[in-house]
Nanobody
Framework: QVQLVESGGGLVQPGGSLRLSCAAS????????MGWYRQAPGKQRELVAH???????NYADSVKGRFTISRTNAWNTVVLQMNSLKPEDTAVYYC?????????WGQGTQVTVSS
């Protein structure tokens, strides 16, 4: 089992920045990928960014150049730095951890970009 707790969401004006953190606990040695997904009202959950245990990263086209994902070597924390935020980035952001055979989700944190 892996437990994930997100923090750092909130309200920000367009062009602003937010930093989301995901603290992992439990069987973190089994994790091979961690990432962030988001879900806006009326839309499907979508991948924002993920990072593998080898350090490889992947970003959604819509956030490339604006968001950066990073992690500690022990998988204890994954951070999503979000810059140049746009209203269309408004969503609930979920942390995800993949282990062989299954994956785990955090409870979600709201990000609202509005003037």
């Amino acid at each position: 089992q892996v437990q994930l707790v997100e923090s750092g969401g909130g309200l920000v004006q367009p062009g602003g920045s937010l930093r989301l953190s995901c603290a992992a606990s439990g069987s973190t040695r089994a994790i091979y990928t961690m990432g962030w997904y988001r879900q806006a009202p009326g839309k499907q959950r979508e991948l924002v960014a993920h990072i593998t245990n080898g350090g490889g990263v992947n970003y959604a086209d819509s956030v490339k150049g604006r968001f950066t994902i990073s992690r500690t070597n022990a998988w204890n924390t994954v951070v999503l730095q979000m810059n140049s935020l746009k209203p269309e980035d408004t969503a609930v952001y979920y942390c995800n951890a993949k282990v062989p055979g299954t994956n785990f989700w955090g409870q979600g944190t709201q990000v609202t970009v509005s003037s």
